[in-house]
């Protein structure tokens, strides 16, 4: 439907935090147009920092976490979001009580979907307490389509990334690895890149790897957003915080999942001016 659902967030000036889901696409001139969607159910309350994921298959999305308030309390919360495009007719939203142990309420984590095992996977966060996590789970079921959603925590080997919260993560999802980019811990940003093999739990023991890629590295940071393109093995990066500074720049990871080359940095010249942004979301 060449749409992007956008749910939650909170307003920079009242710091509200909202739980209203957004449509926004291409109409049926040249024009981006944003359609309000109004869900059955009672819905998520408010909130910012969480991380979604979209099943196209069940058209359902899968929301897990963020704080609740300003500047907490951390979820653990999982709904769901059935006719999440809005195009059939309906949409609702549902509750989800997984079974196994949950995570620890969290925000700013990162979140990638596995669409071949239905799986969301979970990579660290903060608690909203100055706490940090470097611990990943899956999330069975994602899209509750069993009925059956489960966490499982897992126990990769390896030595891991250092806690951080605000990082990005990708998902290649031929090989089962995913790259985790950038991130902090309350001070200085990172800009170190990890592999985890095995990373929706299946196929092997998963384990952390870190890329030492080579060409100039951009400025780290932490609140940006990488894309995976696989079609070309690349990560795409965009903006966030460099210390306190919001940047505009886009970088270029090649061999992004560490398979079929040397990894490296390219800075991308673009034309026009680009927005100086953090905490934003990219598709």
């Known amino acids: 439907t060449k749409k992007m659902i956008v749910f939650g967030g909170q307003d920079n000036l009242t710091k509200t935090n909202l739980n209203d889901v957004w449509l926004v696409g291409t ?64 949409s609702t939203w549902i509750p989800i009580s997984p079974s ?20 969301m996977i979970v990579f660290g966060g903060s608690n909203c307490s100055k706490g940090y996590f470097n611990d990943v789970w899956v999330l069975g079921d994602a899209d509750g ?24 993560a990708i998902y290649d999802s031929a090989n089962n690895l995913m790259t985790v980019y950038g991130g902090d811990a309350g001070s200085a940003n990172f800009g170190d890149v990890w592999i985890l093999s095995h990373a929706n739990g299946t196929g092997g023991t998963p384990t952390w790897t870190q890329l030492s890629p080579t ?20 990560m795409i990066v965009f903006g966030g915080f460099h210390l306190s500074s919001a940047l505009s720049d886009t970088a270029v990871l090649s061999f992004a999942n560490g398979i079929g ?23």
């Not at 680009?274 to 598709?283: D, I």
Request: glycine share 16%; aromatic share 8%; with cysteine.
């Open 100 to 119: 196994g142990t949950p995570p620890a309420g969290r925000l700013h984590h990162t979140g990638v979907y596995d669409a071949k095992t239905n799986s």
């Open 215 to 234: 060409g100039s590295a951009p400025n780290t940071r932490s609140g940006h957003t990488a894309v995976y393109d696989s079609a070309n093995n690349r």
């Open 261 to 283: 080359g040397v990894p490296a940095w390219t800075s991308v010249t673009t034309k026009g001016t680009a927005p100086a942004v953090g905490f934003h979301s990219a598709v």
């Open 145 to 168: 389509g069993s009925g059956s959603p489960s966490w499982e925590k897992l126990v990769p080997s390896g030595t891991p990334p250092a806690a951080r919260e605000s990082a990005s």
């Open 27 to 90: 109409s049926t001139s040249k024009y981006v147009t944003s359609t309000s969607l109004i869900p059955g159910g009672s819905g998520p309350s408010g909130r910012f920092g969480h991380v979604a994921t979209y099943d196209s298959n069940s058209n359902r999305m899968t929301t897990f976490g963020g704080a609740t308030g300003f500047p907490g309390t951390c979820v653990n919360d999982v709904w769901i979001l059935d006719g999440a495009n809005g195009q059939s007719g309906s």
